[in-house]
């Protein structure tokens, strides 16, 4: 029974159809969140017998009861079903049933509202960690390729035509500084989430003393998120920003995988895609296609989808939790979850990458050297503008050159001459660290309120 | 294994996860495609037995091991796992299982990428169907609604503002317009959905004389896809446009659901929402929400969000089948999916609304009939922006007016006084029957196919 | 002063920064839709003069001063300012300034709601069957380019792989057929679009008896937009329904950019795009890149955010107008411009563009002809999926073939063996006849009636 | 004569047509960048001049040629026209004809490619800076609207539904709360921004030694964007990051909006809007409509579809720079612009915003206090669940109770009772000290460089 049900009502057909239809997906994502919703209450209990609405004994048989429910639910054991509404109404039914009053209390000062909050803060906390890591990772395979790949000429493109002498390691590593920027990005996201919502209740308080900073502290949140009403408003903002900050990542690996594919095609063949990371064809003998790679893009399109419907299912909201906001959580979920299974095929696709140093080497053409021309006349005193017109009037005449020289001869600071290896390994190395310790310490707080 | 898999390859922990990774959620979705794909092959059989490819024998025992799986799948065991790819070849492996020599025919002259085209687009039909009765069905509900409640006076709103006075009817019946108009969008969507793509192989063609449209006939598509590649390049793009439909409709859905919730607060009045469409608080009691509708109007994010995800998924791609293709089959079942269970959800909604007569009349405050009373001024000589300002002037003196009356006062087309009822019930009826014998001829000739 | 102003308001400093505020860029917009507004606006007063609020000399007059607007409009001479709020406020000021009592009359029975949606419609039937013509103008271009170049070998790509023998003008048709399916599209907006919204006041009608199928006719719509809350309601919704028809259109136009960037870089080297259509570098002499193509591409962007804004401003509006709704002219007249110029850039390219039969040739190589050699052993007796899998395992003694002679092999319907080029050529010039027929109507009607 | 152009190329018709295609509106959005522009060249000057590719005296004639610009273009008077392509030609056109040979010298080293981005990086780090302050001033002016109204009761809604009981600076304070978190979300933006892309050229740097460092300094970057082909990738990419944070206020200033519209509605009638930020109608007298918040509502459908343009511009391109990203110039400077002009037009609506205290107090009914009452039979010992219980079932012996007293029974932090004004206004106080001394320090590191 739901816990806001009147005791008369009945369940008629007309109910059923539409407990099916407000649960939905929901359910089953719910199904996720038995976890962080475990200990979000066991956060909570610890808070209600500290304020004295619970005794010590109560505390201790709700705590045995939640951490039952966690095993139950590593076990498959613990499967919402639609009529039982979700995660939040299915254990608190459990605590009833199992310990009687105490499982009666367990709600005492707090809402559904706040409940899944904490669940999806918590949640996110763990998979934008793992994100995190996952992108380092990423980087750290990208500098290793860039080193085994140190100075070996390419041709720079622009609006894809050959452009000027450019080497394979300026490429990777222009990734790894994308990468790299995204990830400041997503420190911001992992911030606004980690504010405690707990005690918010519906987002209007409640009568009660409740004592915030204790769950805050519990709950390895960095700080309490104060405003009740704000609190529930930025469900979904939040979901918003950590969206926003996964599709950048995405578009890193949609970028790396289109050029990928490009450069792997045979017309230019300047990379081999590990084979395990190609699939055939049900009609054509023979071939083997970049299928991960073209999935990455096209998931790319859903992260961002799932962005545009976290931000646009709030938009117009009035002040104060609606129904609506539950919709915000599949994108959120999901969002993660593609965004840290891409990042986890990318990283030993480039890891068995090759590059294909004769095709590589035959790709380039005079006209490539057309730049490097006019800086040699501005070297000898032309303007830059006037060399630039005389290497225009002679075109046929410009001639091919060692790549390898020309590419020599760039010095200036982020060039392939200078691609501030070092300084990015140092960076990468410290943000690990970085995302290790907050992990440990988020594992080390739970250990902690459930031990 | 795998169509194209190579005898010699190994299965690895890297292929199962890549396995799982291109696979994805599509072997879920592939699931509720069985049915057509077998209807689809049947139909491809028949055709090679025409062109003699297969012997008559051999048609007949693939159709009778066809049926066999879709009675399978129908009771739940024909599950498609992810190592087996997809429903294409776990289709074609019990065949040769089953069969042996003719299993291992069925598959020419086409390819994986024709035969989910067509899966899709016999999908589609059967689903946008639905769509249409659904929507005519909630069109009926709303004009019953309006009858009972015509002519019934009710403030007209502009900028959320009381502006003049208007009716519950006129309301009502501009959702059913805007609802026609949707029908006109999908039926477009339904016709350019209503092509056979079978035959067009990879994308180019096959050295096989097929007779395209042999199975055009058999599976009552309107008009053989002509051009090969042009199919192939139509992946996501019918499906964004019968997306692009669906949209309309569940922007009316919400807009719907958005005047509902308004319009039946405490502070409006005007509706009474039954009470089986409302769901309870878990920390407040008594609290009745209209929770249906919120997740009516959530929902209108996700169809329209899938709708970009179809469209921006193939926007970039070259020329010819590419993998990202498969990404758009999720937008496409879930956003037909949803469309349907809102249109179903919101007609018994309205079926069962009240209009508050009470609380509608005493809305009715002096200022709505400022525009009328400019209008008497008209009628006796005032040039309009005269008797405008000089209203303005005076809009205190504006007085209090019986709504019934005033409402009687309109008279032209689509006004409160003639909202054209006969003609709309009129198109409706004829709508109805003209999706009814669509959909018959087509189960007619899918009967006859495997029958 | 505003319509709507009280007399003894100041112009304060405030007053001014809204007024450009609400104004915005909404101000420019309305100077293309001058000439729109007083064609509406005739209609309008010779219905008022049939149902008896204008006399004929009133109208006489009224007539006559419009059309010196739409003279000085023009010659630049009617520039709307953003004191003046509107288009809708500067005419009305003008009639009145002009002829005084009868300029006071012209709004009788009117709201600039509807005016600006008559506006709105009237320019959309415009530029939208300006937009077919050039559609189909383009598709005629692709036909010839196709003639030019029939039957030439072209490598037919799958995940951008080679696939399968194709040919130039299968490529080129396939866009041809989806520019055709867009028109289709394109067709179910027009006829949305193509709703007379006068008379529906500010969406509640008016107590007068309006004859709003006089107007109907006078504008040559298909037909009275019936319920008057609905035309409110349906702004915004007809524009998203054109502009997503539009994004249609663009994705095609993208594609085709797309294949034509990569299909003309120095790695392919199928096409050659003309000189005039490419720009060069300010740092590398002698680069021509193809600049138009890649604005194509990026615009399309722009349309399909276009389509996004106006369905986002409106979907979660209460009925009725609110001022959102004037946001959504912007998308709609920039799409349909946007749209029309890129059509009209494309046609000149494709025009001038040369396939590169050397090169086009040399790019076959043996594995494209490894579904050819499967069939030949299918045509031998094997079964297909054993004569798959020998080839597989013999993949390094497929051999080179003729393109030529294997392209004529490919005999069913829509392959390069019978690409339908007549039925194309028959359908774009039907086509073409109806755009023209459906202009000379409207021109004729508005000639009829401002004449 | 653009840059690259041959000089014995004919200005032929479709050259013109090409032409204005290709400029666009870019033309007259570059416009808004000379200023910057100038900027960016006398950094690059003056690096010249330290790298020896200028003199002393070359360098003073440049910079004074280029004071001239800004002095011109702030009059009006450097006027730039489609056929000159865009503001860096112009520029450079401009020095070549007042100077001559340093004129032609000052390109050396850089590309239009990079220029375009320091122009770029810089107005939005002025603009960012506008929006951080404008951002500060709303919360500073909601702070105070909060103050004026302490623990006013009002209604907390859940749903559109009295929920429990609320206070109107518990709202106005959610903002604030919500404000500061995008703050934070921009000062990120604004950092990933800060990064100096002059020097990476096209893309490939230059074989000329330039010091990056330097023009970094002299143009207040907090560093340089290190990789020179990702400068060129992160263009469109920090665009759009910045979109996203400006997307996030957009949405806020939406829903404070929406929540205005609709609690200053008669029905509700909570707030009273400003008169001079109301406007009327030209049917209605008397009426006036929150237009203003009405645009800032529909307004930030434009942000939002910004974000996505720049984004799916961006998201298929090949590394190095294409044309397409020139299209993200008008999403990054029009979204500036309109959270600019919003964020400017809602401080003096909550400047002069009043709450109606009567109206606010009518509005408590009975059944808000149900979740009061079930607390108060907690404290009398009932558990949580059976309290809920005993109240739902006795609704209708709830009685009104008084919302002040049950106001300030709300103790726990973020509460009505405990909303932490005090931490809220230190916070403001410091940020605005922020973002004051970063616009200081820009200010003065550009008069040194140009002074």
Redesign the interface.
């Known amino acids: 029974m ?6 008369n009502n009945n369940h ?1 057909n ?2 059923n ?2 407990e099916k ?2 649960a ?1 997906e929901d359910v089953s994502l719910d199904q996720l969140l038995v976890k962080y919703d475990v200990i979000g209450s066991i956060a909570h209990a610890v808070m209600l017998q500290k304020i004295g ?1 619970l005794t010590q004994s109560e505390l201790m048989d709700l705590k045995r009861a939640l951490l039952e429910i966690i095993e139950l639910d590593r076990k498959g054991q613990f499967k919402i079903e639609a009529w039982e509404e979700d995660a ?2 299915k254990i ?1 039914n459990y605590l ?1 049933t199992k310990l009687g ?13 706040d409940q899944i909050l904490v669940d999806l803060r918590l949640y996110t906390k763990e998979k934008l960690l793992k994100v995190q890591k996952n992108l380092l990772n990423l980087s750290n395979t990208l500098v290793v390729f860039s080193k085994e790949n140190k100075s070996l000429p390419m041709p ?11 080497s394979v390691d ?2 990777a ?6 990468l790299l ?1 995204d990830l ?2 997503t ?2 996201a992992y ?2 989430n980690d504010q405690n919502p707990l ?15 204790l769950t805050t502290n519990l709950l390895d949140f960095k700080k ?11 469900r979904g ?1 939040i979901e ?2 950590v969206l ?1 900050t996964l ?2 990542i995405m ?1 890193d690996l ?2 790396l995988s ?2 990928l ?2 450069f792997s ?4 063949g300047f990379f081999d895609i590990p084979e ?2 190609r ?14 790679l ?2 990455i ?6 992260v ?3 962005y ?2 976290a ?17 915000t959580k599949e994108p959120l979920l999901k969002g993660l979850d593609i965004t840290n ?1 891409c990042l ?2 990318m990283a ?1 696709i480039i890891n068995n990458l090759k590059a294909n140093k004769e095709r590589l080497e035959k ?1 380039f ?1 005079p ?1 490539i050297f ?3 021309k ?3 006349l ?1 070297a000898q005193g032309f ?4 060399a ?2 005389e ?2 009037r002679n ?1 046929q005449r ?1 001639e091919l050159t060692s790549p390898e020289e ?1 590419i020599k ?9 200078d ?2 290896l070092d ?1 990015l390994e140092k960076r990468i190395k410290e943000e690990l660290n970085f995302v290790k310790s907050k992990k440990e310490k988020f594992y080390q707080k739970i250990d902690t309120l459930i031990g």
């Open positions: 739901k816990l806001w049900e009147n005791n008629t007309n109910n159809k539409i239809f407000t939905g609405i939040h109404t608190e009833t009053e105490s499982g009666k209390k367990i709600h005492t000062g707090r809402s559904r509202n720079g493109y622009t609006h894809l035509q050959k452009a000027m002498p450019s300026l490429w590593l222009s990734f790894v500084e994308s920027d400041t990005f420190k911001t911030n606004l005690g918010s209740a519906a987002g209007y308080g409640v009568p009660i003393d409740l004592d915030r900073e309490t998120q104060n405003n009740v009403l704000y609190v529930q408003n930025s903002k918003s920003i926003a599709a950048q578009i949609s970028k289109n050029d594919i490009l095609t045979e017309e230019f395990e990371f699939t055939g064809s049900s009609i054509m003998p023979g071939k083997r296609n970049p299928d991960s073209e999935l893009r096209a998931r790319t399109n859903k961002i989808s799932y545009s419907q931000m646009n299912i709030i938009k117009d909201l009035p002040s104060g939790y609606s129904r609506d906001m539950q919709e299974s986890e095929v030993p790709s053409s006209e057309a730049a490097d006019t800086f040699k501005v303007s830059f503008r006037d630039y017109k290497i225009e075109l410009v020309i001869l760039r010095k200036s600071r982020g060039t392939s001459g691609l501030g300084e």
